[in-house]
């Protein structure tokens, strides 16, 4: 085991305002967000010592390709990088030896990744529609549970004021158990009811299960523990340890 080395310093501090600490969270996190990591070294052209360790915004690096037909050019010519700062554009090209690419692997594209977040895309939005669904239903109040109706002809301007009078007076959470008093022949009718409140309840466990999966986490992990015993918490802990987190540090 080598306990001291340059290199070893350098990990240990990427750069002025990066412990190694941030710069593996971070690391992380643009793989599982993006699937491409892009470390700069700082002074490491031409195959000299990095002086620091730089992680670039994988959104706005850019790849440039080498001629194909040319089996001598190189794959990856240069990296260019475009960001925003304090409404100031920075723009930087870097060379292939200045960067260390991490990526998750994709099939479809050998330069450029394919994330966990984007493979889960569709699922992702459908659950933030689900949540904006209970979401309105709780702001809405009673107002989902039944129409009004009467007998007699309400012009169009009527029918607005009501309808505005009625959500400021029974809509939202605060309102949610008030009892409504009508007037002018006007009647309450029920909606049969569809049980979409428990509908969306258990599509948010179906939607969390699967995203879960797809982070390669156990319900332990999340410290969801009320269907598993001690000893099957443990033993899912120590397996996702070995099979998810040692990988992933490796």
């Known amino acids: 085991t080598i306990d001291e080395h340059e290199i070893l310093d350098l990990l240990n501090q990427f750069n002025e305002t990066t412990t190694k600490a941030d710069a593996l969270y971070n690391t992380e996190a643009h793989q599982d967000l993006t699937g491409d990591c892009f470390w700069y070294l700082d002074g490491g052209r031409n195959s000299k010592k ?48 200045e960067i260390i690419h991490i990526k998750v692997p994709n099939p479809a594209n050998p330069y450029r990744c394919k994330s966990t977040l984007e493979a889960l895309a569709s699922t992702i939005d459908t659950d933030n529609y689900a949540q904006e669904a209970l979401r309105n239903l709780f702001r809405n109040g009673m107002i989902g549970d039944f129409f009004l109706s009467t007998e007699k002809r309400a ?32 009647k309450p009718e029920k909606l049969m009811s569809t049980g979409r409140e428990m509908q969306l309840i258990e599509l948010e466990e179906w939607f969390r299960n ?18 598993v015993n001690r000893a099957t918490a443990e033993a899912s802990l120590a397996n996702w340890k070995r099979s998810v987190i040692v990988p992933k540090m490796s």
Do not use: H
Request: hydrophobic share 35%; no cysteine.
């Open 50 to 97: 990095p002086k620091n360790i730089f992680l670039l915004q994988p959104d706005n690096v850019s790849l440039k390709l080498g001629d194909f037909t040319d089996a001598s050019d190189r794959l990856v010519e240069r990296y260019e990088y475009k960001v925003q700062i304090d409404g100031k554009t920075v723009e930087r090209t870097y060379e292939p030896d």
């Open 210 to 227: 699967k995203i879960m999966s797809a982070f390669k986490n156990t319900r332990a992990t999340l410290g969801l523990d009320d269907e």
């Open 155 to 186: 012009t169009p301007e009527q029918v607005k004021n009501l309808a505005a009078q009625f959500r400021a007076a029974y809509t939202g959470v605060k309102n949610f158990w008030k009892v409504p008093i009508l007037y002018g022949g006007i």
